[in-house]
């Protein structure tokens, strides 16, 4: 299974795209050319090694959260051409060792692009669809004293996101939730941010989420998302016949500025960093009537940190 898993995962990651297939091709460039190169840079024994010493189910129903309805958008892809998808622990365990290949031309630096533009001092930051928690844990280390939770709806990827957090002994908080539907209550957070996410939802999905994170953004707070440049993209259409996604068509030939726009926030900017990448922030305006003195400002009670009495963001 793990085999397979990782098998298919390379096969199917092209730059800092997680190709979302329903079924595998054998003809593609990807194929032919790239995969036996990532085979070599991969150290699988070490990931078959990690993957057998964890208790996937145990640690999973540990952190997975009965009241969450899997979207079908999410549980009818086999993303990166593993069946199941991101509710696999393949899935959770290969993801690293590619990422780190496929965001040209550094992981890091190209996820220190998103962190450079944050604009508010964070003391609540909520990064939702954070995946194995690598760029949830770079903004606990920028910002050690903010209260930092990591969002996603594969319980595998949290679980994985955990023990990342553990070995750094960094304190970041894990929730299984869908990041259109939350739970959480208005004004909780003062930063949210979404790395690599938004290509891999419809639309539609995507300005769900930003009207989410428009509710739970304090008025003033930022929203910043870091994903593929749309417009490289829509330059290199040719690929997304060679590398079959159910998404992507939609994603490069959108405007996540426009996406912000229809979800209702403002001062909306995106800066391209090296024509590969993009970043767009935006703000929280005053909405309904608020006033400085009346701002949308409640008390975010942590759910499992026993911070209770945190103040709020504001
Ligand atoms: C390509 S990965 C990006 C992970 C991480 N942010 C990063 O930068 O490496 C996309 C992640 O989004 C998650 N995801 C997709 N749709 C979601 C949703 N509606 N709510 C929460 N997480 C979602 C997936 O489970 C996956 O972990």
Known sequence: MFDTDLRCFIRNYYVILPLDIMTTRQDTIWEKFLSPVFRLLIDEKALREYNDSVDW????????????????????????????????????????????????????????????????????????????GTGTIMLKRAYPEAEVIGLDLSPYMLVRSQHKANEAGLNINWRHSDAEKTGFPDASFDLITASLLFHETPPAVTVGILRECLRLL?????????????????????????????????????????????????????????????????????????????????????????????????
């Open 57 to 132: 189910e145990k640690e999973c129903n540990y952190i997975r959260r009965p009241d969450v309805i899997t979207p079908t958008y999410y549980s009818s892809q086999n993303f990166h051409g593993i069946k199941g998808g991101y509710l696999t622990s393949g899935a959770a365990v290969t993801y690293d060792p590619i990422t780190q290949y496929v965001v040209p031309p550094n992981e890091t630096w190209v996820r220190q692009g998103l962190i450079d533009a944050v604009r508010v001092q964070p003391r609540r930051i909520l990064d939702i669809g954070c995946g194995t």
């Open 218 to 314: 304090t008025t003033g707070g930022q929203v910043l998302v870091l994903d593929g440049n749309q417009t490289t993209m829509r330059q290199l259409e040719f690929l997304h016949n060679v590398f079959e996604e159910p998404y992507i068509r939609d994603f490069s030939a959108g405007s996540v500025d426009a996406w912000m726009g229809a979800a209702g926030f403002e001062a909306v900017q995106t800066q391209d960093i090296l024509l590969i990448h993009q970043v767009t922030s935006a703000v929280k305006p005053i909405i309904n009537g608020e006033t400085a003195a009346n701002k949308n400002v409640r008390t975010y009670t942590p759910y499992n940190t026993g911070l209770q009495g945190f103040p709020s963001p504001a």
